[in-house]
């Protein structure tokens, strides 16, 4: 776990400095070519990203709910006390 997130957190890095130079590539020096790929590279990473981290967060959800079963639920409104 600790794995994955350290490769997102890198992932994201790279996201945003992609993200931030492209478009000043493509305004201040004038190379649009460059910056068009760069921002495109910035916003694949980005969308990588987000796709890794939202099916982390899916399976976490779903072994959780494995884990309780169907006798752990603490909000049992019947009364076992007879």
């Keep these: 776990m600790t794995a994955l997130f350290w490769k997102l957190v890198v992932v994201f890095n ?12 493509y305004y201040f020096e004038g190379r649009v070519d ?10 694949i990473a980005f969308a ?3 796709f890794r981290y939202r099916q982390f ?3 976490r959800d ?9 006798g752990d639920e603490d909000d ?3 009364d076992h006390n007879g």
Excluded: C
Aim: proline content about 8%; aromatic content about 4%.
């Design 14 to 25: 790279i996201a945003l400095l992609a993200l931030s130079v492209g478009p000043m590539l």
């Design 76 to 78: 049992d409104p019947t």
């Design 48 to 50: 990588y990203g987000y």
């Design 57 to 59: 967060v899916k399976q």
């Design 34 to 43: 460059l910056g068009i790929r760069v921002t495109l590279a910035g916003a």
């Design 62 to 70: 779903s072994d959780e709910s494995a884990d309780e079963g169907p």
